[in-house]
């Protein structure tokens, strides 16, 4: 599987690298350029110390008295010689030469013009009818050293240049693709039932296709999900009034049959009626959590909104149900009928399925953490992770259509918070626990 990297990245390294080799592309052509004109100034010097040597030998040889040969030029201090001489003469005898000189380093017989050794870069004149002659010689390491230090001098400023430009490659790349960064999160911070088209006019000219193509994938995605919810809607409250009415008339019925046997019979018909009647009630209060209007413009009170739903519960689980509300306000952006819906599914979840013989612990704190605690065994955790599909139930003898924490989790994703499921509960050993925090606030 191929690695995926950011555009960001990838752009703020190759524009890096290419800068980086296009400076030293340019550093070594300047370079070179620099060595071909150090070599022109060197060969120069040579020209113009034999030229300017040349008459102070000559007039210096000629005016010695016979038997005055071979003599060194007198050096004034010590020094580092870079350019050596010798004076000779056309046969190659040495009349002169400077304090450092190395006659080897020299041909045996003088030469006029430039020339080249394996070591040295030579330069000769001659005066006097060609019978007095001057070589200049120059270590070639003295030239190779100089160009040595000018392509440092060159190389050492990108030492800086290289990490600045990567930051300043990286400001522009990521000051560039800002929009592109910003169309991202846009996306990302969508709740699940958030459908809008997404803006495209803010988007660079390249990346305008993609946006455009997201509208029309998420214009296709919402007409099938308006269809689907519409059908599961229209589906389960055009079933409302013929099961109620023919509820109505099994009960009538039923109160006129004297057979016992048959009395069962229409005692079980009732009965089904009466799930599936629950169960077009549980398909509607799912049509809307998926439908989307979980969030509210204003910001309400909760905890009043559960006390309420609490008391409806009393009839069916007399002092089975613990309530912990907090002494001040819970106020969230969730929908106050969102909320009851999901307080509701999830703690008639907790009677249905929890065991009778423990309370079941209704919570919302100060800091807006909703809770429903109930007891019972363990639920295990492949059977866990699927309690939140629908029609999905763990193994209990329990009546129950399976939507309940389906509905709770459609609407706690509509709204952008969690639903969290633990068996066994916290603290315990045992037992079954939802969680959620409701302190919701837009920004």
């Given at each position: 599987?191929?690695?995926?990297?950011?555009?960001?990245?990838?752009?703020?390294?190759?524009?890096?690298?290419?800068?980086?080799?296009?400076?030293?592309?340019?550093?070594?052509?300047?370079?070179?350029?620099?060595q071909h004109e150090m070599n022109e100034v060197?060969?120069?010097?040579?020209?113009?110390?034999?030229?300017?040597?040349?008459?102070?030998?000559?007039?210096?040889?000629?005016n010695r008295e016979k038997g005055d040969g071979n003599q060194r030029a007198p050096a004034l201090k010590d020094h580092d010689e870079y350019l050596t001489y010798l004076v000779r003469d056309k046969h190659g005898n040495l009349l002169l030469r400077s304090h450092d000189a190395?006659?080897?380093?020299?041909?045996?017989?003088?030469?006029?013009?430039f020339s080249n050794t394996p070591t040295h870069r030579m330069y000769g004149v001659s005066a006097v009818s060609n019978t007095i002659f001057i070589e200049v010689a120059e270590p070639l390491a003295h030239r190779r050293q100089s160009a040595l230090e000018a392509g440092l001098a060159l190389l050492l400023p990108l030492v800086v240049l290289i990490p600045v430009s990567l930051l300043g490659v990286w400001w522009i790349v990521r000051l560039s693709l800002r929009k592109v960064v910003d169309f991202q999160q846009d996306i990302e911070s969508r709740g699940a039932g958030d459908l809008s088209p997404v803006a495209e006019d803010q988007l660079p000219r390249e990346f305008e296709p993609i946006a455009v193509a997201v509208n029309r994938l998420l214009d296709r995605l919402h007409r099938a999900l308006e269809s689907e919810r519409s059908f599961t809607a229209n589906s389960a409250h055009e079933l409302r009034t013929p099961l109620a009415t023919a509820l109505a008339k099994v009960q009538r019925l039923k109160t006129r049959i004297s057979d016992e046997p048959l009395q069962h019979n229409v005692a079980e018909i009732e009965e089904s009626l009466r799930s599936l009647s629950v169960l077009s009630g549980k398909l509607l209060e799912l049509a809307k959590a998926e439908g989307g209007g979980a969030l509210s413009k204003n910001q309400h009170d909760l905890a009043p909104?559960?006390?309420?739903?609490?008391?409806?519960?009393?009839?069916?689980?007399?002092?089975?149900?613990?309530?912990?509300?907090?002494?001040?306000?819970?106020?969230?952006?969730?929908?106050?009928?969102?909320?009851?819906?999901?307080?509701?599914?999830?703690?008639?979840?907790?009677?249905?399925h929890g065991s009778p013989q423990q309370p079941v612990e209704v919570s919302l704190n100060d800091k807006g953490v909703f809770s429903v605690c109930n007891g019972g065994e363990i639920v295990p955790p492949e059977q866990l992770a699927l309690l939140r599909n629908r029609f999905a139930r763990s193994k209990t003898d329990a009546s129950g259509s399976g939507l309940g924490l389906a509905i709770s989790d459609a609407i706690a994703t509509g709204a952008g918070m969690t639903l969290y499921l633990r068996s066994p509960a916290t603290g315990r050993q045992e037992g079954f626990e939802v969680e959620m925090n409701v302190r919701l606030s837009l920004v």
């Open positions: 599987m191929a690695t995926r990297t950011s555009l960001q990245k990838t752009l703020g390294i190759g524009l890096t690298l290419g800068i980086t080799l296009l400076w030293l592309v340019g550093v070594t052509a300047s370079g070179l350029v620099a060197f060969d120069s010097a040579l020209e113009e110390t034999a030229q300017r040597i040349l008459p102070l030998a000559v007039t210096d040889i000629l190395n006659p080897e380093v020299f041909g045996t017989t003088p030469k006029e013009g909104i559960l006390a309420m739903i609490v008391r409806d519960f009393e009839d069916q689980a007399t002092k089975r149900i613990v309530l912990s509300l907090p002494e001040g306000e819970v106020n969230s952006f969730l929908d106050p009928d969102a909320f009851a819906i999901l307080a509701r599914n999830l703690i008639e979840n907790a009677l249905k």
